[in-house]
């Protein structure tokens, strides 16, 4: 008979054993020695009727297909571009899924994209050989101008989202900011002033913190109601500006 | 020459007290402190990244890359000339030995993953403590290892086996072995065994013990410290 020996969502290490007999399955971040199911990386212990995985509490962005990610050119040959997306491989983007309109032949690349340029893309193929494809061509892909971009940890855009947007409509509801959240962890913020980006900068980077405490909307809720005092004009002057339209 | 009580009155298998903190350092992947008595190392995990010269690439699996140093200050009060020696490479090396049976960089062929550890005091068992931190600092930065590693160094001072020796006993004017060794906790496998000096073969068996058995307080530290850094988040 399986024996489970770790609790549902508790924090497991590398060589930590999660369950014993043939009954459980090792999942993503686990695997089998012997009769025995081991973590190999620090996470959190899901089980899915046999299945154990560990979902990853670190580490760098693992590429995956359709992720919307932030990335900067890196570089740019004839046909493509090199983007630096934060894993250990550029990924490129051909000519082709540069963009929706045609390209001449022999225009220059860098009017389109320029090295150091950000942009906002999804990734369209990841092989095992750690080719990666990407595309500009989809809702919201475009090159990202002013702003800024700041970096957390990958395994924690989830929480930044929240469910269904949840957390990250009310960072941007309650700022006015626009803020993007790249798959890879960067997240891009652009204000109408330069103390809304502060704050919602200041909100992201709480979440990353406390991604792991229950009621952390509340908590976020609290945080930026006090900070947006002093926003509290101008975010009903774009209120305003919005019913107009 | 006989010993008959150590230096700092610990039994002769008793570890000098140790500490173990992770994510200390923010620009890194991973990172992790390990203290023990005297000895503090501290780690810091970049990567995977590209790895040039290309000629040492390896296109079936990633390169672990270890760079350990002693900083200037750290030593019991000569200054340690800065820079790579000798002896700094052999320990990087060593390192790097003891650390990939349990990483798998497969998933990153080509690349590079560096393990920066900087010791910023010193009392012996420095490459232990490097050691035990890289292990940290790895898994910090969420790579698939099959297990930690734990590093301790057993020795004879005199005439006894001791555990986890200091710069005294190393020193000790009778004659002392120092013995370091890392060792896989789930398996009991060892990734690391180094000796200077001269041991009977019983004697040295006993050192292998009392490091085994060392080696289970390390992991209960380094389980812990990785551990903390979630719950407490919790709270």
Redesign the interface.
């Known amino acids: 008979m399986s024996k489970l020996l770790v609790e549902a969502k508790a924090v497991v290490i590398p060589g930590e054993i999660l369950a014993e007999g043939m009954d459980h399955l090792p999942g993503k971040g686990a695997f089998r020695e012997g009769e025995k199911v081991i973590a190999s990386r620090v996470g959190l212990v899901y089980v899915n009727g046999s299945i154990i995985n560990i979902v990853p509490l670190s580490g760098r962005y693992i590429p995956k297909k359709d992720d919307t990610v932030i990335g900067y050119v890196r570089d740019m040959t004839y046909s493509s571009w090199f983007i630096n997306i934060g894993y250990a491989y550029d990924a490129s983007l051909s000519l082709k899924d540069a963009s929706s309109s045609y390209i001449e032949r022999g225009a220059s690349l860098s009017d389109f994209f320029a090295v150091a340029d950000a942009i906002l893309t999804r990734i369209t193929n990841v092989t095992k050989d750690n080719n990666i494809d990407l595309t500009m061509v989809g809702p919201g892909l475009r090159k990202l101008k002013g702003g800024k971009i700041i970096e957390i940890t990958p395994a924690k855009v989830p929480r930044l989202v929240g469910k269904q947007g949840s957390m990250i409509s009310m960072i941007k509801d309650m700022t006015g900011c626009s803020v993007f959240a790249g798959q890879n962890g960067r997240i891009w913020i652009k204000g109408k002033t330069p103390e809304a980006e502060k704050i919602a900068t200041d909100a992201v980077f709480l979440v990353e913190e406390k991604a792991h405490i229950r009621g952390l909307t509340d908590h976020m809720k609290g945080f930026l109601e006090e900070k947006c005092k002093s926003l509290k004009v101008e975010k009903k002057v774009s209120i305003n500006k919005e019913t107009k339209k | 020459m006989k010993y008959e009580k150590r230096y700092d009155g610990r039994k002769f298998d008793e570890m000098r007290p140790m500490s173990a903190e992770v994510g200390i350092i923010k620009n890194a992947?991973?990172s992790a402190k390990f203290t023990i008595g005297k000895t503090i190392a501290v780690a810091a995990v970049y990567?995977?990244?590209?790895l040039f010269p290309k000629f040492l690439q390896n296109p079936k699996s990633?390169v672990l890359r270890c760079h350990y140093n002693m900083m200037a200050f750290s030593g019991a009060g000569d200054r340690v000339r800065p820079g790579t020696s000798r002896r700094s490479k052999e320990i990087s090396m060593v390192m790097e030995k003891s650390l990939l049976p349990?990483l798998?960089l497969q998933d990153?062929?080509k690349?590079v993953v560096d393990v920066h550890v900087e010791l910023i005091q010193t009392d012996a068992g420095t490459r232990c403590a490097a050691i035990c931190a890289a292990s940290l600092a790895l898994?910090?930065?969420?790579?698939?290892?099959?297990?930690?590693v734990c590093a301790i160094s057993a020795g004879l001072v005199g005439d006894k086996v001791v555990l986890d020796l200091d710069k005294k006993e190393e020193d000790f004017k009778g004659g002392a072995v120092d013995i370091p060794l890392a060792i896989?906790?789930?398996t009991g496998e060892v990734t690391l065994l180094q000796l200077d000096g001269e041991i009977s073969k019983e004697d040295l068996k006993r050192c292998v013990d009392f490091g085994i058995k060392g080696c289970d307080q390390i992991l209960e530290v380094?389980?812990n410290a990785?551990?903390a850094k979630?719950?407490e988040?919790?709270?």
């Open positions: 992947v991973g990567g995977p990244k590209d990633g349990v798998d990153f062929p690349s898994a910090d930065a969420g790579f698939e290892m099959k297990d930690l896989i906790p789930r380094q389980k990785l551990k979630y719950t988040a919790k709270k």
